[in-house]
């Protein structure tokens, strides 16, 4: 049934590649990733430099313009992303169609792809302002959705953004601000988020990057692109992990419990993996991992936390698999997945707001990866092959004699 041979001669070429394990999709100048060697570059730029001296919104236009901002410069675009934070009154209205109990993570790919309808200027993909503004707005608007959802999912009114705020410190207010009761925000809380956007802000073409270029190379509006990428992140496999990686902790639960989660890891007849544990494409340690490591003690240390047992347990394991034949031998190192859920839940996220955080950072990425995919001349729309594996060529039936 299959006729490589034909589907050769009309392309010139044939690749089977499922899960695109070796297929470049497309030409990028935006993330580099070397796996063997951990390491992580944004624009050319070392993720351990980025996440250590500059802030997310500087990240943000680095992965949008190609270049570090001069003062002026970043001053201009906090103010222009700033002043894009709130969302039409009428998407609070839209919130009161969910179920009370909805996943926020549905909330979110429900809502992003609401705001499609709100900005009609930014179908036409053609003007570079109209780009540029539309990037703004998703940077800038995801946050107070994120907000809003979690909000929602706990039954307390929305908080609006505070625009005297930076973007991390306004995020946080918006989420665990109360009415009538005081809120300061936590400088280390706010710069430890900020970091851990950084860290996800984005990693090249990752599944739902894929998709947000596939779904944008048809010339879709950008909010329905972003919403896409939404729905591919919140698989299990994707940036579900930190919350799998965090209940396994809570499983082992203390570190008497570790060498039997090992064994069961190393068994072939056993479905169970170290979450939190191996990567595509790093064979050595994530470089996203170890600076969320030492951010997870900062966290800690500034909420007093002395003996968290869930640390005690991942510091543990890490360090007994790390010395352990099987985890050597395959490569397989902590992922920056390891220790966010740690350090998100005592910052008082619940566990299903963990992709939600994935969402507001990832969207600088998914916006830039769509952006260089439009302004590339060479832009196709995205259409992949098949090996067809059906039934060959018959004659129809008609019902009567089946
Ligand atoms: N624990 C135990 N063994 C593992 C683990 C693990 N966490 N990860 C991989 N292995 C073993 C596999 O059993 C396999 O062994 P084999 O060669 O004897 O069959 C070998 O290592 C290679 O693993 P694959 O699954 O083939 O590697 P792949 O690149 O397809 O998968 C993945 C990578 C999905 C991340 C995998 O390592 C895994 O399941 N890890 C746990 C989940 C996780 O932490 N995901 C987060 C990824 S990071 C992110 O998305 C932000």
Redesign the pocket.
């Known amino acids: 049934v299959i006729d490589i041979g034909k589907l050769y001669a009309q392309t010139g070429m044939f690749t089977f590649d499922p ?1 695109f394990t070796s297929t470049a999709s497309c030409e990028s100048q935006i993330t580099y990733i070397d796996g063997d060697e951990g390491v992580l570059l944004y624009r050319g730029y070392p993720i351990e430099q980025l996440a250590e001296h500059g802030d997310f919104l500087e990240t943000c236009f680095l992965l949008l313009e190609g270049q570090l901002p001069t003062a002026s410069q970043k001053a201009d675009f906090d103010y222009r992303v700033t002043r894009h934070t709130m969302v039409h009154e009428q998407m609070a209205r839209f919130f009161q169609g969910f179920r009370r109990d909805a996943h926020p993570m549905a909330v979110m790919v429900g809502s992003i792809g609401a705001l499609s309808a709100f900005y009609h200027d930014s179908t036409d993909i053609s003007d570079p302002h109209q780009r540029m503004i539309a990037s703004m707005r998703m940077i800038a608007k995801v946050p107070t959705l994120a907000a809003m959802a979690y909000k929602y999912t706990v039954g307390q009114p929305f908080v609006y953004p505070l625009n005297s705020l930076d973007y991390t410190s306004n995020f946080l207010r918006m989420c665990f601000a109360v009415p009538a009761e005081e809120y300061k925000v936590n400088p280390v809380l706010s710069r430890a988020l900020d970091r851990i956007f950084i860290l996800h802000a984005d ?1 090249e073409q ?1 599944a739902s990057t894929s998709t947000v270029r596939l779904a944008g190379s048809s010339g879709a509006n950008p909010f329905a692109c972003i919403a896409a990428g939404a729905a591919c992140l919140w698989g299990p ?3 579900g ?2 919350e ?2 965090l209940k396994m902790l809570e499983e082992i639960g203390s570190v008497e419990n570790i060498p039997k989660y090992i064994a069961k ?2 068994d ?1 007849n056993d479905p169970f ?8 494409v790093y064979k050595n340690y ?1 470089p996203r991992a170890k600076i969320m490591q030492k951010t997870t003690h900062e966290v800690l240390n500034e909420l007093g936390i002395k003996d968290d047992p869930l640390l005690d347990v991942a510091i543990e394991l890490e360090r007994i698999a790390l010395s352990d034949p ?2 050597i031998e ?1 490569k ?1 190192y902590p ?4 220790y966010s859920g740690i350090t998100l839940k005592a910052m008082g996220f619940p566990t299903s707001m963990f992709t939600v955080l994935f969402t507001l950072a990832r969207t600088v990425g998914w916006i830039a990866q769509w952006k260089e995919m439009i302004e590339d001349p060479s832009q196709r729309i995205g259409r992949p092959r098949q090996l067809y594996t059906g039934a060959p060529a018959r004659e129809y039936t008609p019902i009567g004699r089946r």
């Open positions: 899960g990693h990752n496999a994707h940036g992990a930190n799998a990686a890891a190393k072939k993996r170290l979450m939190g544990f191996g990567h595509r994530d099987y985890f395959k397989l992922n920056i997945d390891f």
